[in-house]
């Protein structure tokens, strides 16, 4: 652990000399010394510390529809961060090496708040992406990232699972303006067995950032053969998102491939994907979209009025532009819901590591 940190907001002392965490749901109480769940909140001197402020696992321009993120900002380059650690202790994690790493090696650069911000503004980036891990962990640094890159006229995108406290919720998502939050199944037993964690609060926070907040929202689903995929879930799921979130809340079905701890697994067909899109568009959803695979008319846009095509995408590459300049179909005007301008982004598929 560093001989540096930074102080943190949400905790307190118990009766015990012990510290609790109170920035998640798994309210980790700590003796001295000892780190949470996450890695990167620690007990130190009373008080609980964040060990990975201004220290990243590597920064990446990417397309922003790799979020996945199809509403927001189309065809614009996304400059993406994370740090390492998790607060969820998800089995069949695919961003494993980052999310369950135990070494500060881990966090090889050193970039502050006011930096990254310079540095996607230089750069020509429509918006930084707290991503790779969970950022929930490292709320203060996100924070103070998303107010420098505000004084850049730069937007800030939370790439989440949403396991955050009641709390700490509205601070992390003041000032961001678009979130992925990763509703990874509809199911208590599957959140318990092969995350650690509990569904309600992720429900929780996706009813407050539709309810409380101005934040673009968009979900995705990692299908798991055998463990979240059955008609009977998607179907309560998909039926739940359209009654509490509405019908305009785009919804990714992604495609799971075997790692980390859940090897044995097969990865998603393409029939199971298309599956679940079809049973979101006929509860409701109007934008279903497949991912991790090559789809493009799942991975494309349509009218949810005329059914006219309004994005062609081929994975992160974006064909025909059906929008007008005010975001509404060119056929019969109906407008489409998102953050969208006049004119699309043309950054295409490039995925490029920088260095700040």
């Excluded at 943190?8 to 510290?19: A, F, P």
């Excluded at 003041?174 to 964690?197: I, P």
Aim: charge should be neutral; hydrophobic fraction near 40%.
């Amino acid at each position: 652990m560093p001989n540096t940190f930074h102080p943190t907001q949400y905790w307190h002392l118990l009766n015990d000399g012990r510290v609790q965490c109170d920035v998640c749901p798994r309210a980790c109480r700590l003796k001295d010394g000892q780190q949470g769940l996450c890695f990167v909140r620690a007990h130190q001197q009373q008080q609980i510390v964040l060990t990975s402020y201004a220290r990243a696992s590597g920064f990446c321009i990417d397309p922003i529809e790799k979020k996945p993120l199809n509403h927001f900002l189309p065809g614009t380059p996304v400059l993406s961060f994370g740090t390492a650690g998790c607060n969820l202790a998800c089995k069949f994690c695919q961003n494993w090496s980052i999310t369950t790493s135990r070494h500060m090696e881990t966090l090889a650069q050193e970039a502050s708040p006011d930096a990254i911000a310079q540095a996607a503004a230089r750069m020509n980036c429509r918006s930084v992406a707290y991503t790779y891990n969970d950022p929930v962990i490292f709320l203060e640094y996100a924070v103070d990232v998303a107010q420098a890159c505000a004084e850049y006229g730069v937007q800030s995108v939370a790439v989440t699972a949403g396991y955050v406290s009641e709390a700490a919720r509205a601070v992390f998502f003041r000032d961001m303006h678009a979130a992925n939050v990763d509703l990874k199944a509809f199911s208590e037993r599957f959140y318990d067995r092969l995350t650690g964690g509990h569904l309600q609060p992720v429900l929780d926070t996706l009813l407050y950032l539709k309810q409380e907040t101005s934040v673009w929202l968009e979900l995705t689903t990692l299908l798991i053969p055998g463990e979240n995929d059955s008609e009977a879930e998607l179907q309560a799921m998909t039926q739940w998102v359209v009654e509490h979130l509405g019908a305009d809340v785009p919804m990714h079905f992604t495609a799971f491939h075997p790692d980390w701890k859940m090897r044995e697994k097969p990865r998603t067909s393409i029939q199971s994907l298309n599956r679940a899109r079809e049973i979101a568009r006929a509860n409701g959803v109007r934008y279903a979209y497949t991912g991790n695979v090559q789809d493009s008319h799942g991975g494309s846009t349509y009218c949810h009025h005329c059914k006219a095509l309004l994005i062609a995408r081929q994975g992160f590459e974006l064909g025909y532009w059906g929008l007008d300049a005010q975001g509404c179909c060119q056929q019969c005007h109906t407008a489409c819901a998102g953050v969208f301008e006049a004119q699309p982004g043309t950054w295409g598929m490039q995925r490029r590591a920088v260095s700040l």
